[in-house]
T-cell receptor
Framework: SQQGEEDPQALSIQEGENATMNCSYKTSINNLQWYRQNSGRGLVHLILIRSNEREKHSGRLRVTLDTSKKSSSLLITASRAADTASYFC?????????FGSGTQLTVLP | DAGVTQSPTHLIKTRGQQVTLRCSPKSGHDTVSWYQQALGQGPQFIFQYYEEEERQRGNFPDRFSGHQFPNYSSELNVNALLLGESALYICASCGGGGTGGNQPQHFGDGTRLSIL
């Protein structure tokens, strides 16, 4: 079973716009991670936010974490066609990661 | 520096057959995890190997088994394949025995298994 759910399931935007994806999880966490997956490929780690952090930036990525609501969001600013992919949040321990069901992002040129 | 590599990339089997998938972790990594990803879904954790032993297991039947070799590479074996087990099987690795809870995993591109 999935730990959490991403929202929306699918998102289509124009190049240059911002994309926001949300993730909810069920159990307490040490950290929450976001991964990206291009079609038919493996997952690529984007960013990790610890449970004692509220916001983290990496390039065009901004992640927020609200442990009281058990939710996180991923913002991609100034999107590009190359950002088209599926995005997953994941939580758990070093021994086991539990993924959400993902958001399929399509960035139109 | 090679990342996580998996073989084969694609495989077709029939129901009831057995399959072995292989994974070489990223250089310097000693912990290997396996995931099953059905089409349109997130990856589901199968198990993790460290020091040649299975140390964590997800909700998968005993037909799913694995092995880790002294060079840290790993195999996933599935017996008596079911039609519903057509999926992308992805291997991930990390270092430090995976004890660093804040250490991201590195994923291979997976093996696409189709069961007819």
């Amino acid at each position: 079973s999935q730990q959490g759910e991403e929202d929306p399931q699918a998102l289509s935007i124009q190049e240059g716009e911002n994309a926001t994806m949300n993730c909810s999880y069920k159990t307490s966490i040490n950290n929450l991670q976001w991964y990206r997956q291009n079609s038919g490929r493996g997952l690529v780690h984007l960013i990790l936010i610890r449970s004692n952090e509220r916001e983290k930036h990496s390039g065009r990525l901004r992640v927020t974490l609200d442990t009281s609501k058990k939710s996180s969001s991923l913002l991609i600013t100034a999107s590009r066609a190359a950002d088209t992919a599926s995005y997953f949040c994941a939580s758990g321990s070093a021994r086991q990661l539990t993924f959400g069901s993902g958001t399929q992002l399509t960035v139109l040129p | 520096d090679a990342g996580v590599t998996q073989s084969p990339t694609h495989l077709i089997k029939t129901r009831g057959q057995q399959v072995t998938l292989r994974c070489s972790p990223k250089s310097g990594h000693d912990t290997v995890s396996w995931y099953q990803q059905a089409l349109g879904q997130g990856p589901q954790f199968i198990f993790q190997y460290y020091e040649e032993e299975e140390r964590q297991r997800g909700n998968f039947p005993d037909r799913f088994s694995g092995h880790q070799f002294p060079n840290y590479s790993s195999e996933l074996n599935v017996n008596a394949l079911l039609l519903g087990e057509s999926a992308l099987y992805i291997c991930a690795s990390c270092g430090g025995g995976g004890t660093g809870g804040n250490q991201p995993q590195h994923f291979g591109d997976g093996t696409r298994l189709s069961i007819l």
